[in-house]
């Protein structure tokens, strides 16, 4: 279930509530939640929303109504990840921390590519818009997710040695793993490093997007 709680900016108190189907496409659900608050009389709002709303469709969506969103993302895009790489090298330099927090955090300026469709054409139309990405990384969280990760390798390296292989984890051995097998030695799995440096680059990141001007302490208490 999704639930819409809207909340006053200035009172910080809630008024008003919705359940909203799952079983409907984002867009749609984002559309008539948008609809009907605008018939409350409430067309200037800011959305906040977990990633399982976040999709390009739904964004274009926003730009379109033009509505301030804020919205988690995953760390697994391809534009999210070659952003962080342009700041990875300082990211975790002292004057980016907060103590409160006990976090890092930047914060990029970047562009998204708005697909505006024109019904009346046939056609759409490609524009960019000015959006912003709130970088965290969480120290702790990045152990606990390395730990996590080498046991998970330590699983798998046991699991071609022992000839008992799953064969859901076949795309696993093939990343993290050369393989070599022969009659006397029988099988001996090697660790593809450059691949399991790549999956641990990342661990500890969490990221929020938005298209309003905000810090990114504002944006991670929103």
Avoid at 25 to 41: A, H, V
Avoid at 122 to 132: L, N, T
């Amino acid at each position: 279930m999704n639930l819409a709680l809207v909340f006053g900016q200035e009172s910080n108190l809630p008024f008003y509530y919705r359940k909203l189907a799952c079983n409907i496409p984002d867009t749609k659900t984002i559309q008539n939640l948008l609809e009907d608050l605008d018939i409350l009389g409430h067309s200037k709002i800011k959305l906040v929303m977990d990633r399982g709303f976040y999709s390009k469709d739904n964004i274009d969506c926003l730009f379109q109504n033009h509505v301030k969103f804020l919205v988690s993302a995953k760390m697994s895009l391809k534009y999210i990840r070659n952003e962080l790489d342009e700041i990875y090298d300082t990211f975790r330099s002292f004057e980016h921390y907060l103590e409160d927090h006990e976090l890092y955090c930047q914060t990029v300026r970047t562009t998204w590519n708005y697909t505006r469709k024109r019904p009346y054409k046939g056609d759409a139309v490609e524009e960019s818009r000015r959006m912003y990405i709130h970088y965290y990384y969480n120290i702790d969280q990045a152990a606990e997710d390395e730990k996590a990760f080498d046991r998970q390798l330590i699983t798998l390296k046991q699991e071609l040695e022992s000839g008992k292989r799953v064969p859901e984890h076949e795309k696993l051995y093939e990343k993290y793993f050369i393989v070599k097998s022969t009659p006397k030695r029988g099988t001996k799995p090697t660790v593809r490093e450059e691949s399991v440096n790549d999956a641990k680059r990342y661990y500890g990141f969490f990221v929020l997007i938005t298209n309003e001007t905000m810090d990114a302490v504002t944006a991670l208490e929103l």
